[in-house]
Structures are given as structure tokens and as C-alpha cells.
């Protein structure tokens, strides 16, 4: 298993260029933006954000850019995981209760994020 990345909430472009970039140096990488209604499925936030991606050769940081929901505690927003082979992966989840997000994309594939027993938030990418 790897840490494909973390995702994290930023205020404004300017003060995540500021740290990620300015501080910790990581080279911005890209940005796309995620539409409100993607958002709402994922996170249950009807908001657009954009998406900020800073990086070295060994961590990925995604910056959402735009004010913090209230109901969205300091911290961590989600870790990326890939697992390698995500059906058996998925079908443990599965037996041992874990809460699963799965989204269909544009592209036929698919958004899949599974939340712990504890509520902490991972998004599952592999084969």
C-alpha cells in the first residue's frame, strides 16, 4: 500500500502558495476544478473548489482551495490510498462493514472513497 496523497482546505490561492510552496518548497504541479455537484456526492459541500496539487518526488499534497464548511473540523480532509488491487480490497471493506463511496465518472471509471470506523475519510485508487 502507498500514500498516493493528502488532501487538505486552504483560504485563499495566495496563502497556499505562500506555504506549500514558498516554506515547504514543493513545486505546484496543477489544478483543476471540481464543480459544486461533485462536490456535494463526495463531501456533501455545494460549493465548486478548485484543486491546487503541490508535489516532490516523494509526497503529493491536494490543496482545496475556498473557505472551510463549518461542519468540516481543522485538519486532514482525506489521505489517498492506492491498494493495488481494488476489488478484493473493496470486497473486505465490504465484509468487515466499512463504509463505502463509489462515483461514477464521465470517463467509466470511477471516484471510490471509504470512510473508517472513526470517520476519517480515505480515497481508494489502484488496478
Request: glycine fraction near 8%; charge should be neutral; charged fraction near 30%.
Amino acid at each position: 500500500m502507498k500514500i498516493e496523497h493528502v488532501a487538505l482546505f486552504c483560504e485563499s490561492q495566495e496563502k497556499s502558495d505562500r506555504f506549500y510552496g514558498d516554506l515547504l518548497g514543493l513545486k505546484k504541479t496543477g489544478m483543476k476544478s471540481v464543480p459544486a455537484d461533485l462536490m456535494n456526492q463526495l463531501f456533501g459541500i455545494r460549493t465548486p473548489y478548485t484543486i491546487c496539487n503541490y508535489a516532490t518526488d516523494t509526497c503529493n499534497l491536494e490543496i482545496f482551495i475556498g473557505s472551510r464548511p463549518f461542519s468540516y473540523p481543522v485538519g486532514i480532509e482525506h489521505l489517498c490510498l492506492n491498494v493495488g488491487k481494488r476489488k478484493p480490497f473493496l470486497e473486505r471493506c465490504r465484509r468487515l462493514g466499512v463504509k463505502i463511496l463509489q462515483i461514477p465518472k464521465p470517463d467509466g471509471t470511477d471516484l471510490i472513497f471509504i470512510t473508517d470506523f472513526d470517520e476519517n475519510r480515505f480515497e481508494i485508487k489502484g488496478d
